[in-house]
């Protein structure tokens, strides 16, 4: 009786705005549709469910010939479509399909991203090395070399990456077309028994819900299997897929900023909590600034006065990238320079940079031409 009031006052409380309660309530002799009850429990829920003006939308049993599972709505309008499945797994109740309508602010923003892994890399590779690298990055400073080469790898990846409209994200990729073909087939037979009520129809409906279960623990065991053994080549999907089975998802936010406003997008709640981090940092007075001490007791020819980078320290450096990762701050994906590194055209002779007065200058040395990616 205690757990009853209880239930009754939480549903007294929040049928007072608009809401959507749902749940097995375990009242299964109340007739929804004539709105009439033989026990007092039930007959006491179901003038509660009056009395707050909720519409139940499940007409249809959901546990043998008994509606234990129902939809309360504030508003008839809030919900449609309302359908009972089969049992999900091993439980002997049905499944409720429907439909929830509520109005929402939509982001009509279309937002796209490269598919790199089908990009046109033999085309970037002959784009590049049409380019007079010489000629272009001759007498030019460091920051002025490195904006034109960003420049034509900007112009190379929107030119031969294709882009793709971003959408949500399947949540089965353990399925295979096999298990997909019998979870249909096995629906498909649940709704022929619940149309005939037959016994032959219930034992084939049985036999399908049993292959489809098979199917679905094979087909999980071979898709784990194939993530752990690539996991050396794509460690993302490995820890993605161990990440989804978490009871307890690490999520970050909704924060409240300083003017007592709740924040909900990424990038407001990066700055309110940088903002945060950094308040505790001591501020210095910069109007004072020491005077530092020469401490260089070397030669004048000793000092670090240049910076070569050779194309055999870039190669190593690029062959130790791993292609599936994110692309850096220069916004340059490692895959692309994985792919295009093996270029055998003349691209760019190695650099020195020359450090002069706090800015580098380039000079081009006259050696074996090498690509420059």
């Given at each position: 009786m205690e757990e009853n009031e209880k239930i009754h006052y939480a549903v007294k409380e929040v049928s007072k705005r608009d809401c959507i309660i749902m749940g097995d309530f375990n009242h299964g002799h109340i007739q929804w549709t004539s709105l009439q009850s033989t026990g007092r429990e039930d007959q006491e829920f179901l003038n509660l469910v009056q009395d707050s003006f909720l519409s139940q939308h499940v007409l249809e049993a959901t546990r043998g010939e008994n509606v234990l599972d129902i939809v309360l709505s504030s508003q008839k309008e809030f919900v449609d479509n309302v359908n009972i499945c089969e049992p999900l797994g091993c439980s002997d109740h049905n499944q409720i399909h429907f439909i929830i309508k509520v109005k929402g602010e939509r982001n009509r923003k279309i937002r796209y991203r490269k598919k790199f892994h089908k990009g046109r890399y033999k085309d970037m590779r002959e784009y590049l090395a049409k380019i007079d690298w010489n000629n272009t990055l001759k007498n030019k400073t460091t920051t002025e070399c490195w904006n034109i080469l960003k420049s034509e790898i900007d112009c190379v990846v929107d030119k031969f990456v294709p882009l793709k409209k971003q959408g949500k994200r399947s949540k089965k990729k353990h399925l295979s077309k096999e298990a997909i073909r019998k979870i249909k087939y096995k629906q498909m037979m649940w709704k022929t028994y619940r149309h005939t009520g037959s016994e032959e129809d219930y034992s084939i409906y049985k036999e399908a819900l049993n292959q489809a279960t098979a199917e679905i623990r094979?087909?999980?065991?071979?898709?784990?299997?194939?993530?752990?053994?690539?996991?050396?080549?794509?460690?993302?999907?490995?820890?993605?897929?161990?990440?989804?089975?978490?009871?307890?998802?690490?999520?970050?936010?909704?924060?409240?900023?300083?003017?007592?406003?709740?924040?909900?997008?990424?990038?407001?709640?990066?700055?309110?909590?940088?903002?945060?981090?950094?308040?505790?940092?001591?501020?210095?007075?910069?109007?004072?600034?020491?005077?530092?001490?020469?401490?260089?007791?070397?030669?004048?020819?000793?000092?670090?006065?240049?910076?070569?980078?050779?194309?055999?320290?870039?190669?190593?450096?690029?062959?130790?990238?791993?292609?599936?990762?994110?692309?850096?701050?220069?916004?340059?994906?490692?895959?692309?320079?994985?792919?295009?590194?093996?270029?055998q055209h003349t691209a760019c002779n190695s650099f020195q940079f020359v450090i002069r007065g706090g800015n580098s200058s380039v000079r081009m040395e006259r050696s074996k031409p090498y690509t420059i990616i």
């Open positions: 094979n087909s999980k065991r071979s898709y784990e299997q194939k993530i752990a053994f690539n996991i050396k080549h794509d460690s993302k999907s490995f820890y993605a897929y161990v990440r989804s089975k978490q009871k307890v998802q690490d999520k970050v936010g909704p924060l409240e900023g300083s003017d007592g406003n709740i924040i909900t997008e990424g990038f407001l709640m990066a700055e309110n909590l940088n903002e945060y981090f950094s308040s505790v940092f001591t501020r210095e007075d910069i109007s004072i600034l020491p005077v530092l001490e020469t401490k260089f007791e070397g030669r004048e020819f000793d000092y670090l006065g240049q910076l070569i980078v050779t194309p055999t320290m870039v190669a190593m450096k690029i062959r130790d990238m791993k292609d599936n990762k994110s692309p850096g701050v220069d916004g340059i994906p490692p895959k692309l320079l994985l792919d295009c590194r093996t270029n």
